[in-house]
């Protein structure tokens, strides 16, 4: 596909100013995660904590996504997604505000970090759904969403390496206050873009009937069902592994903040990496395969990665990680795009939100005290065989589908043959 077809979602206006603000806040973004996930272990040693902040972070998330998806549906997507960034900017100033001053303690740090999850039950399926209506040609929807992801990792990419340096030279409150003042553009963007004027719609359920419809809605779509128990899996079982870099980095590697950095950059560099193979892909590429593949290559990456002692070389193994990472959300999250009916999306987003960020904490949780029991080498490898497992397992439903498919074609071609 040539470079500018990689790019063909650009040629709508409001996805353009979304693109250029959320790439500025999503580089403050991962210098917050950054931050806060080395000064919880600097502070506590303790690997479980590092779970446990992961936990707070996505937890809340799970247990109102749901509603935020009710939200989404039923009022203006824009003023949602709105509220959402200036509550998150608000957020981040009050973070910065207590590590300048000294006044916070480990369990404040997680506080305003399980605050920041609350917001994001409802600011995920407000913007996921609202990239829909800023994509002039529905086209280029998929597109849209791959360019999105590799925004996601490009921000990883730079976003941890530039907060390693940061906290050794200037300290924790400047990656924290950098953070904040990110969230200015991505407001003024929304601001300046042109949707289409918001019609409310009659709602005669309550919010438990809406979220009753959804549930049946994806239970009756097996390929929204299929794609959200993948994610869940991912998500309990392999991608918490993240929560162990600090380790790593730390202890296997003897590095500083610095080396950490580093690590989480690479593996960003592997997804980002990942995103534009996935947003050069040709029209009609079967995603569910390249998904599968894609498992595999995270496995592959996890289980080299877990006993590698070369640094250099366990950097490469990085990079290998990122990239099958990435497809793990990024296919999940177009093909439910695409699939969803319109007044579902919000609904159908808020259930694999709930897949991503409620599963992730419960599995941060569960790695955390299982790297306490059998260490972190050995957990990130099996973690590893976990993703190998759930790839070989997808391989497997595919050829059941493709069989499936070809005997409902088998039986079709007699029947139009007698008509």
């Not at 093909?335 to 694999?352: L, N, W």
Request: aromatic share 12%.
């Amino acid at each position: 596909m040539s470079k500018l077809s990689t790019f063909n979602a650009f040629k709508s206006r409001n996805y353009r100013l979304y693109f250029a603000g959320q790439s500025v806040s999503l580089l403050g973004t991962w210098m917050q995660k950054t931050a806060v996930s080395w000064v919880i272990y600097s502070q506590t040693h303790s690997k479980f904590m590092l779970g446990l902040t992961l936990f707070a972070s996505l937890f809340p998330s799970f247990l109102f996504s749901f509603l935020g998806g009710v939200v989404s549906d039923r009022y203006n997507r824009f003023k949602v997604l709105l509220f959402t960034q200036v509550a998150s900017m608000v957020q981040a100033i009050l973070l910065t505000v207590l590590v300048f001053f000294g006044y916070y303690s480990v369990w404040a740090i997680m506080a305003l970090t399980a605050v920041l999850g609350l917001i994001n039950a409802f600011d995920v399926p407000a913007r996921q759904s609202l990239v829909y209506e800023m994509v002039d040609d529905k086209s280029d929807l998929p597109n849209a969403l791959a360019l999105n992801s590799s925004m996601v990792n490009l921000s990883r990419l730079i976003g941890p390496g530039i907060a390693g340096l940061i906290i050794e030279k200037f300290g924790d409150s400047v990656c924290f206050g950098a953070n904040a003042l990110s969230f200015i553009p991505v407001i003024g963007s929304l601001l300046m873009m042109r949707l289409p004027e918001f019609m409310p719609k009659p709602h005669g359920k309550n919010v438990f009937a809406d979220l009753k419809d959804g549930f049946e809605y994806i239970r009756n779509t097996p390929t929204i069902m299929f794609m959200l128990l993948m994610l869940a899996s991912i998500s309990l079982f392999v991608l918490p592994f993240s929560t162990l870099i600090p380790v790593y980095a730390k202890d296997i590697f003897k590095g500083t903040a610095s080396t950490f950095g580093v690590i989480d950059s690479v593996i960003g560099l592997g997804a980002f990496s990942g995103g534009i193979f996935l947003a050069s892909l040709s029209a009609g590429t079967d995603l569910k395969k390249i998904l599968a593949v894609n498992t595999v290559i995270f496995a592959v990456g996890l289980i080299a990665f877990s006993h590698m002692h070369n640094y250099p070389v366990a950097l490469f193994f990085s990079a290998i990680i990122g990239f099958g990472m990435m497809s793990q959300i990024t296919i999940g999250n177009t093909i439910i795009q695409t699939t969803a009916s319109p007044e579902m999306r919000g609904r159908v987003i808020s259930f694999y939100a709930m897949s991503f960020f409620g599963m992730q904490p419960l599995g941060g949780l569960l790695i955390g005290a299982v790297s306490q029991k059998i260490g972190v080498p050995d957990t990130v490898m099996a973690e590893g065989m976990i993703a190998l497992l759930l790839g070989v397992l997808h391989f497997a439903f595919l050829r059941r589908s493709r069989l499936k498919k070809k005997t409902m074609e088998a039986m079709q071609q007699p029947a139009e043959a007698i008509s």
